[in-house]
C-alpha cells in the first residue's frame, strides 16, 4: 500500500492550493479516504472523508466551505481543493486509507499572512 500526496506550498493569505494523493497496492475504488492534518505542536486532526464512490463527503467544521474533497477513481487520486487559506492552515496535510489504516508522508502547507 502506498500514499503519496503532492501539490503542498507556500500562498499568501486568501489564496488556494490543491492536494492530490496518488493510491497504490489496494482497490482503491472501494476505499474511502480522509485528509488530516498536524500543525506544529499539536494534534493530528481530521479534515475531510470521502465514501468511495465519492456521493458522501463531511468535513472538520473549521474548513467548512473553503475546503473541498473530491476523488478520480479511474487514476487512483483523492484531492483536497483548499480555498480562502488561513495562517491557521499551516500544517503539513497526510492522506489516509481508513480501512487500511496506512498514511501517506505528508505534504507542508504554509499560509502567509
Known amino acids: 500500500v502506498q500514499l503519496v500526496e503532492s501539490g503542498g506550498g507556500l500562498v499568501q493569505r486568501g489564496g488556494s492550493l490543491r492536494l492530490s494523493c496518488a493510491a497504490s497496492?489496494?482497490?482503491?475504488?472501494?476505499?474511502?479516504m480522509s485528509w488530516y492534518r498536524q500543525a506544529p505542536g499539536k494534534e493530528r486532526q481530521f479534515v475531510a472523508y470521502?465514501?468511495?464512490?465519492?456521493?458522501?463527503?463531511n468535513y472538520a467544521d473549521s474548513v467548512k466551505g473553503r475546503f473541498t474533497i473530491s476523488r478520480d477513481n479511474a487514476k487512483n487520486t483523492v484531492y483536497l481543493q483548499m480555498n480562502s487559506l488561513k495562517p491557521e492552515d499551516t500544517a503539513v496535510y497526510y492522506c489516509y486509507a481508513p480501512a487500511r489504516k496506512y498514511w501517506g508522508q505528508g505534504t507542508q502547507v504554509t499560509v502567509s499572512s
Open positions: 497496492g489496494f482497490t482503491f475504488s472501494s476505499s474511502g
Open positions: 470521502i465514501n468511495s464512490g465519492g456521493s458522501s463527503k
